[in-house]
């Protein structure tokens, strides 16, 4: 039987772990605090959406590391054994994310969120009877019960996941396997269930008329993103600096880039191009107003970086199987999809219409006038605030990240499947 050595394959990171949480920590924290002194103590709306930018950007790649976790032991999976570690780390920080969301959560219970989502203020809601008829579902008190709902989910089934794969390095009781497995089907419907509805309430929200029974799917295919980039990364330079070549080999490597090409690139453009046919398709103005400022002003270069950058290029140089098993190559297509991946999250959340200038338009070219000549605002508010709020929050997920790596073997040593993932070859 194929095992794994602790001592000669470097499975235990020591002081790399705690150099990496502090650099995170470090990063984090003073990204945080810019963000905060740059606004002057977080008052203004652009402040708001660079927070929950950053927010949102953690959190996706959170998400998708919790997904492949449990889609290791739904399938019975027993060549991502190794890597599956790494994962269970990344989504560990769903623990103790839910401490970054409580400012957003605060300002909502007070009564100030309108600074962030429209349907905070009563008034507007009333005003309109779409948007009335949405009160039931889009108040302070029942969107702020279901947001902790989400945040309890998911720390629950990070915090299971870890603990039970943290206590089999221990005391090697496959029963831990089983008992995972049994979890996973209950898990992967609660994982579906609540990233939806926290897209729907913390993104599309932002615009609370629009709707799109795609948007769930289109946020998964983000979260995979950001995961399957970050891993990549992360095992990548575990490997150069030493630790786990046994343990993440090329054939792991090879695969975690075939995944970050499957979802990543290929589902994630089938999925932004079925929302966006159907929705021109149809041409109905409820609907089309979410895209109408992506296809206006400077948003139109984004929109187009995202069909290139985030597919066209990728694409290419993933289509061939040796990028994939060539680390070095696979970490920089990674970086720069992890790139793709926050321009992504920026352009769901940033541009917006004024309800006042879709109401009044009666034209296509009326609205591109106006956002020429600069009596129409989109949202196209480029800021400082929008990095150091992103760098703050992934620098606080590395400290995380580093911090749950430093203190278990960074690959189960005890898994019933650990020979599979050791022996695992591609053909």
């Not at 499957?262 to 159907?278: K, N, R, T």
């Not at 696979?330 to 004024?354: E, K, N, Q, R």
């Amino acid at each position: 039987m194929m095992t794994l050595d602790s001592s000669k394959d470097g499975l235990r990171i020591g002081s790399l772990g705690t150099t990496g949480m502090a650099i995170g920590g470090i990063i984090g924290l003073g990204g945080i605090a810019a963000t905060i002194g740059l606004d002057g103590m977080g008052g203004s709306a652009i402040f708001w959406k660079s927070y929950l930018l950053g927010f949102m950007a953690a959190v996706a790649i959170c998400l998708g590391a919790l997904f492949f976790v449990m889609l290791q032991h739904i399938t019975k999976a027993g060549w991502s054994v190794t890597v599956r570690r790494p994962a269970e780390a990344i989504a560990g920080n769903l623990q103790w994310l839910w401490i970054l969301f409580l400012p957003i959560l605060v300002l909502v219970w007070t009564g100030k969120g309108a600074v962030l989502f429209e349907w905070c203020d009563t008034s507007y809601m009333h005003a309109d009877h779409v948007l009335e008829g949405k009160m039931g579902y889009l108040n302070a008190t029942f969107w702020s019960i279901r947001a902790i709902v989400y945040l309890a989910v998911w720390a629950l089934l990070a915090r299971f996941y870890r603990s039970q794969s943290l206590a089999q390095d221990r005391d090697g009781d496959y029963r831990r396997t089983l008992r995972m497995q049994w979890w996973a089907p209950i898990g992967i419907i609660l994982y579906g269930f609540t990233q939806t509805f926290a897209s729907i309430d913390w993104i599309m929200a932002l615009q609370p008329k629009w709707f799109s029974t795609m948007f769930g799917v289109y946020w998964f295919t983000v979260s995979c993103t950001g995961f399957f980039a970050s891993i990549i990364i992360l095992i990548v330079l575990l490997r150069a600096l030493g630790h786990g070549k046994d343990a993440f080999t090329r054939e792991h490597i090879h695969d975690l880039g075939k995944l970050l090409f499957a979802f990543g690139v290929v589902f994630w453009a089938y999925i932004g191009y079925s929302q966006y046919m159907l929705i021109w398709y149809a041409n109905i103005p409820i609907e089309t107003e979410w895209f109408a400022p992506r296809q206006l002003g400077n948003w139109t270069f984004v929109s187009w970086l995202l069909i290139l950058g985030h597919f066209a290029l990728p694409f290419l140089l993933l289509l061939s199987r040796w990028p994939k098993r060539w680390p070095g190559m696979l970490m920089l297509i990674a970086l720069w999809m992890l790139a793709m991946f926050v321009v992504d999250v920026y352009w769901l959340i940033m541009p917006m219409v004024p309800e006042a200038a879709l109401a009044t338009a009666t034209s296509w070219e009326q609205l591109q006038s106006g956002v020429a000549d600069g009596t129409i605002d989109i949202g196209w508010h480029p800021s400082i605030l929008n990095l150091t709020a992103v760098i703050g929050s992934i620098g606080l997920v590395v400290c995380g990240t580093f911090f749950a790596l430093g203190r278990a073997s960074i690959a189960p040593t005890n898994d019933p499947r650990l020979a599979e993932a050791m022996a695992h070859e591609l053909f």
